[in-house]
């Protein structure tokens, strides 16, 4: 069975300054995917970032990057330059090879954005 | 490009009632999901379509709830008769089929808003 571990309830920051949101994983699968997405208070889930498991190179997406530590099986995710409009939830999320399609999430992280 | 429609946003109603939620995909997405995310919680998979047909259920409490596909197009999740820990919000993600697309991301509705007095 799949497990995320996002042990961060609730983060603030200060506007232009990065942040990191950690995200652990256990599985026993060789091939898996990794997801972050983005809530906001309007309820949609945003996609932010995918980090296949045999993917060499840490993934990035404009202000988003992620840190893959594959055998510390952690997954976290940095935002540079923070803006007020961070300011959501944020939901780590893991598809294995075995059950195409199925998320398994974290519990989220509440991000807040200080100006 | 339309994203994943889903309605009613919000629905309230006593325990015992029935109740429906619609959701239409993204055009030329063949998977379907219906999530369930309890308050402060991530979403949990209720039902996985592959076009019309229901190939992951395993988590859908089948007592109560029902959901189809017809067309293979738009879906609705059906709860009956509603108990008051059914209050959460219901999820609709779409994505494209195996194989298909970059990551085979799923893209989600607005989700619909169940109280249950």
């Known amino acids: 069975a799949q497990k995320i571990t996002q042990t961060q309830p609730g983060m603030f920051v200060q506007e232009k300054e990065a942040v990191t949101l950690d995200c652990t994983y256990d599985?026993?699968?060789?091939?898996?995917?990794l997801f972050w997405y983005k809530q906001p208070s309007s309820g949609e889930m945003i996609f932010l970032i995918y980090q296949g498991s045999y993917d060499e190179q840490n993934a990035t997406e404009g202000r988003y990057s992620l840190n893959f530590q594959k055998a510390r099986k952690s997954a976290n995710l940095v935002i540079s330059a923070s803006q007020l409009g961070d300011s959501a939830m944020y939901f780590c999320?893991?598809?294995?090879?075995?059950?195409?399609?199925?998320?398994?999430f974290g519990q989220g992280t509440i991000l807040t954005v200080h100006p | 490009e339309a994203g994943v429609v889903q309605s009613p946003r919000y629905k309230i109603i006593e325990k015992k009632q029935p109740v429906a939620f619609w959701c239409n995909p993204i055009?030329?997405?063949?998977?379907l999901y219906w999530y369930l995310q309890n308050l402060g919680q991530g979403p949990e998979l209720l039902i996985r379509?592959?076009?019309?047909?229901?190939?992951?259920d395993s988590q859908l409490p089948k007592d109560r709830f029902s959901a189809e596909r017809l067309k293979g197009v738009d879906s609705t999740l059906k709860i009956q008769p509603a108990e008051l820990g059914d209050s959460a919000v219901y999820l609709c993600?779409?994505?494209?089929?195996?194989?298909?697309?970059?990551?085979?991301?799923?893209?989600f509705g607005p989700g619909t808003r169940l109280t249950v007095l």
């Open positions: 999320a893991m598809r294995d090879g075995t059950s195409y399609g199925k998320l398994t």
């Open positions: 993600a779409s994505s494209p089929s195996k194989g298909q697309g970059a990551h085979n991301e799923q893209f």
């Open positions: 599985t026993s699968d060789q091939s898996y995917g």
């Open positions: 055009s030329g997405h063949n998977t």
């Open positions: 379509y592959e076009n019309e047909e229901a190939v992951d």
